[in-house]
């Protein structure tokens, strides 16, 4: 009989911080694929596989984050949420929101985040303010404005944010029956490598898994703070979403990688496009700039030799590639197709196949 996917709330309730009367506002986030990936599989002589977490409802991983904020926020009445983003969470929180009722606050860098993801945080209404500075100043004013107005803050210093991204590496180690020797995956504000080694470490600790991954994190080479130890006062990317000088969860991320004898390293935006138009090609799979930063962080590794082969490696791909079409098109080229009269002969002419 087909048992459908419930959501992540519904699916892993006994770890996450939700009680019987906590009101479920989900989209049935979670439960996203787990592709296994030839190419990178081939190119490292490792056994790669991509979690797709473009598959969510909003098109990001932030959904699953989501779901357990809106839903914790809605038990205790809040009426409004704020949230600093550079696109997805913005997007997420809007979706989130008014399904609970609640009015999403957005607060976005100036120019900063993509047509789309501006797109979604408007088809859901939210309130969108865009701040003349970095998403750093809208994250220092989203957390003020939570702590003195009433308004619930949803960014991932939310530990409820956490709590429900962490189900991703639950679902790996569901699927794959072991967690990864490692896992790799974009940095930008830190909350993501943060919940999935909370993830990994709370089954490993329950005996459900008998290992844990080594996290492999990659930032921007523009916008690397936690690679040079130091903020980076004017942050410079293509992968707009982790266009992040200073991380909310800097000092998690490096104990993630420490605990997990891990590394966080930076890519340039060259190798990012690179590996995104890979995916694209040779995997079927569109996701986002921010998104490829893990691909080419492996790519990257395996060319260096950093990578023993005879590895399991999950590599998450975070966002969709819709979220960002303008960059794809420029750095694609060509998005023009060939103008032809409506006939066969036409179509098999300019196809080469006549
Ligand atoms: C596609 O939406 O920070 O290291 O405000 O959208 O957990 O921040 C987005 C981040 C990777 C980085 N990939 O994750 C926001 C925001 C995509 C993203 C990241 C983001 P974190």
């Given amino acids: 009989m087909a048992r459908l996917w419930r959501g992540v709330i519904q699916e892993y309730r006994a770890r996450l911080p939700v009680t019987d009367r906590t009101p479920v506002v989900t989209l049935c986030e979670g439960g996203t694929p787990l592709v296994p990936s030839a190419w990178l599989s081939a190119l490292t002589r490792c056994s790669v596989h991509l979690k797709v977490e473009g598959s969510n409802p909003t098109g990001s991983f932030k ?15 809040a009426k409004a ?5 550079t696109g997805n969470t913005s997007a997420s929180a809007a979706a989130y929101a008014v399904r609970a009722g609640m009015t999403p606050i957005v607060l976005v860098p100036h120019g900063k985040i993509t047509g789309p993801k501006l797109a979604q945080a408007v088809v859901h209404g939210g309130r969108i303010v865009a701040v003349d500075g970095l998403f750093d100043d809208c994250l220092r004013l989203a957390r003020a404005l939570a702590d003195g107005y009433p308004v619930a803050l949803v960014n991932s210093l939310n530990p409820d944010r956490l709590a429900g991204q962490k189900t991703a590496a639950f679902e790996i180690v569901d699927q794959l029956g072991a967690a990864p020797d490692v896992h790799v995956l974009p940095v930008g504000n830190a909350g993501n490598i943060t919940a999935y080694w909370m993830g990994y470490q709370e089954y490993a600790a329950d005996g459900i898994a008998h290992n844990r991954p080594r996290m492999w994190g990659f930032q921007a080479a523009g916008a690397a703070p936690i690679v040079h130890d130091a903020p980076v006062p004017h942050p410079e990317t293509v992968a707009s979403a982790i266009r992040i000088g200073n991380p909310a969860s800097w000092r998690l991320a490096v104990a993630a990688r420490d605990e997990s004898g891990g590394l966080i390293d930076a890519v340039t935006d060259e190798q990012i496009l690179r590996a995104q138009r890979e995916l694209s090609g040779n995997d079927g799979l569109f996701v986002e700039p921010a998104s490829a930063a893990g691909v080419a962080g492996l790519v990257a590794a395996a060319s260096a030799g950093t990578l023993e082969p005879g590895q399991v490696v999950v590599v998450t791909v975070t966002g969709h590639g819709l979220k960002d079409v303008e960059t794809a098109s420029t750095a694609y080229g060509a998005a023009q197709p060939e103008l032809i009269p409506a006939t066969v002969t036409a179509a098999a002419a300019v196809l080469g196949l006549a």
């Fill in 81 to 85: 949420v704020v949230c600093a983003s």
């Fill in 63 to 77: 959904d699953r984050g989501m779901t357990v904020a809106i839903s914790k926020a809605l038990e205790v009445g």
